[in-house]
Each structure stands twice: as C-alpha cells, then as structure tokens.
C-alpha cells in the first residue's frame, strides 16, 4: 500500500514539473500549425536557417513582422550562431543549438524549433508586443531576445 502510494506522488510531483517547466507539449508549433488559446499560431513550416555558425561565438536572433492582414500577423525570424531544433527539445544542452519561446503580451504561446515564417491568426483589435526568446534544449533562457511592437485594427 505505501509503494503505491508512493510511486502514486512521485508521478504527479513529476508531471507537474514537466508540464510548468516551460508549457505543456500541446503548446510546441510544429509544422502542421498549432493553436494556443489566445491565438492560433501556425506556420513555422521552413527548416532550421542559421546565417553562420561559429564556436563560442554569441547566438542571436532578428525578427520583422512581414505582412499584418486584418486581425492575422506574419512574422519571419531567423537565428545567427543559433541552430533551432524541435528534436532536441528537453534533451542535454548542446552548445548553439535549441528553440524559441513565443510570448504575446507577456504570456507564452509557444514552443517553436523551426524558422518561420509563423502567422498569428485572431488577435484582438489594439496594440501588442510580441517577443521571442532563445532558449537552450533544457528550456534555460539565453537571455537573448527580439520583441516586436504591432497594432492590430
């Protein structure tokens, strides 16, 4: 009865901190598209783009908003000395590579391991920061970020 018990709230404490480490999986885009609650994300379909590689060299990440079609928002991102990897999502740390985590107005959306283009699909009507963060595989922020300011009308 007690091993029961126990293994019982081993699980639980576990999930738990799977599933507040960085999002729950339902929120990772993949190339299919996903839709958080807020907004739907889709996109991401284009692999990895990574402008140079270099050892020990400082990641980095540029971001524009490349179309804003009614309440829909595209936005195109691409990484320097950064390879982004879905694959290696929870996984050891390797040096220059990992994702992005997807912030709209403070809260996150995503998970992605891939370039985009990505669409952000019904945002409400006003203005919005959106922010996109590098993370290492284990979900470690980098502390490098690209935050985009749009209006939505």
């Keep these: 009865m007690k091993k029961t018990w126990v293994y019982g709230a081993a699980t639980l404490i576990l999930l738990g901190a799977v599933t507040t ?4 999986k339902e ?25 140079t590689v270099t050892s020990n060299a400082k990641p980095a990440i540029d971001a524009q ?15 320097t000395n950064f390879q982004l990897s879905s694959e290696s999502m929870d996984k050891a740390n390797v040096q220059g590579q990992g994702h992005l985590h997807l912030y709209v107005d403070g809260k ?16 409400a009507a006003g203005k919005h920061e959106i922010r996109l963060e590098l993370q290492q595989n284990d979900h470690k922020d980098l502390n490098v970020e690209k935050i985009l300011n749009i209006e939505v009308k």
Excluded: F
């Design 21 to 24: 480490a960085c999002g729950s």
């Design 27 to 51: 929120e990772v885009i993949s190339s299919t598209g996903a839709g958080p609650k807020v907004a739907t994300v889709a996109g991401a379909q284009a692999e990895s783009s990574v402008k």
């Design 65 to 79: 908003v490349s179309k804003v079609d009614g309440r829909n928002v595209t936005i195109t991102y691409q990484t």
């Design 108 to 123: 996150q959306k995503a998970m992605i391991g891939k370039t985009g283009p990505l669409t952000l699909n019904n945002l």
